[in-house]
């Protein structure tokens, strides 16, 4: 048995006047995606309980079939086994953005998508400036950067399970003035955000970025923070091997974490530029040497958190065209059992433009799945389902079932 997994990140969405009361999904071109619906079953499920963050590492860790209530520690700790570094026990690993904020309002949390080689620069000069052995900034890719705090011999960090700290993509166009870092070690932090503005104001990379007519990289901005997690094995807990294909370290961390091989596709970038007919050729490649490829595309979400309705379901239907359809075409083809999954991990509203806790649509097809009544995948025929799993971590092994 073959089993593919796609998740557009964050497609999940509401009714809309502006689509004539249709959600993106809905409104969205996806033949794929509905041929997927009309050959097989479509349901709903929650993976984001309502007093956990309603982000995605929660939610991926949950559709991955893992409860987070058992094995949630913090996103940043995903983030950091992605970059093979590895936590002690009493370490803690934080999220870095490099955000935009002018008059207190956030402009861009990811500093107008700043590239790689400019983030690495910018956090070099933090490093020099931090003076503090026990503290590293660690860069990422584009926005997506780490800090990391090992306390030194005999020592124990600040933080705890209580310190709490606010994305900054659930603050675009929002005042900052009240989403300060809290909690036990908030000080520390909020110090660093403070005094990175003025590491960063006169940076070369903001010279330039701002004579480019760029938005810069004000300050960092630091959430996400944990320890290190404890995953049981992907093979020990469903039975079955597999592979990530994505772009954002969140997802390659998991994967990691949980014995998943990682393929890096050339293109892929975890934007809306994303090469999608790539990430649909490599994942049908890897299907001669894994049993389970999941394919995970960043567009929907970082469309949604922009507010850009086109760019939404330009994505979805890139995601329908380049790799639901060729994937499910092949699966047909090979004439060998399968089984396929699309779902989101969370809503993610383009009317706030953050995430938000709810239901998702999925749907699932394959050889030996019966067939609802259901001839389109959206939100509504999810709505309207029988089949719900309240415990989102619950279908994956649903999914995976072998009777």
């Known amino acids: 048995m073959k089993y593919v997994i796609i998740i557009p990140d964050g497609c999940a969405d509401e009714a809309r006047e502006d689509l004539d009361g249709k959600t993106p999904l809905a409104a969205a071109n996806t033949p794929a995606m509905d041929d997927v619906a009309k050959r097989g ?28 209530f058992e094995y949630y520690t913090g996103r940043a700790p995903l983030e950091a086994a992605a970059q093979g570094i590895e936590l002690g026990e009493n370490d803690w690993c934080i999220r870095c953005n490099l955000v935009s904020v002018v008059d207190q309002t956030m402009n861009s949390f990811t500093a107008g998508h700043i590239s790689s080689e400019e983030a690495k620069e910018l956090l070099a000069t933090a490093q020099e400036n931090v003076g503090d052995g026990q503290l590293e900034f660690i860069p990422g890719v584009s926005y997506r950067n780490l800090l990391m705090y ?32 809290r909690g036990p070690g908030s000080d520390l932090l909020c110090d660093l955000m403070e005094k990175s503005i003025e590491w960063f104001s006169d940076h070369p990379v903001n010279k330039k970025r701002a004579a480019d007519g760029k938005p810069t990289a004000t300050n960092v901005w630091l959430w996400g923070i944990g320890q290190r997690p404890d995953l049981t094995a992907f093979a020990e ?14 997802l390659r961390g998991l994967a990691a974490l949980v014995g998943w091989d990682r393929i890096e596709v050339p293109g ?36 949604s958190h922009e507010g850009d309705l086109k760019k939404k379901i330009a994505s979805l239907e890139s995601i329908d065209t380049d790799i639901v359809a060729p994937i499910l075409a092949h699966l047909e083809k090979t004439g060998e059992p399968y089984r396929l999954l699309v779902t989101p991990d969370h809503p993610t509203y383009l009317s706030t433009k953050t995430h938000t806790h709810g239901d998702v649509p999925f749907t699932i097809c394959g050889s030996d799945i019966e067939a609802d009544s259901y001839d389109q995948y959206h939100e509504v ?16 092994p649903f999914f995976l079932k072998k009777d």
């Not at 530029?273 to 567009?299: M, P, S």
Request: glycine share 8%.
């Open 41 to 68: 079953v479509v349901g709903r499920a929650n993976h984001t309980p309502t007093h956990l963050p309603a982000g995605s590492s929660v939610a991926n860790m949950s559709l991955l079939g893992y409860s987070p």
């Open 150 to 181: 090992r306390p030194s011999e005999g020592s124990s960090a600040p933080f705890s399970q209580d310190t709490r700290a606010t994305p900054p993509h659930d603050l675009t166009d929002k005042t900052v003035a009240e989403d300060f870092p």
């Open 237 to 250: 807990l469903h039975g079955v091997q597999g592979a990530m294909i994505t772009a954002v370290d969140l």
């Open 268 to 303: 892929a970038t975890g934007y809306t530029d994303t090469d999608y007919a790539a990430k649909g050729r490599y994942a049908i490649e890897a299907l001669d040497k894994y049993d389970l490829v999941c394919v995970h595309v960043e567009a929907p979400d970082e469309s």
């Open 381 to 396: 025929n999810a709505a309207a389902s029988d089949l719900a799993m309240p415990n989102g971590w619950e279908l994956m």
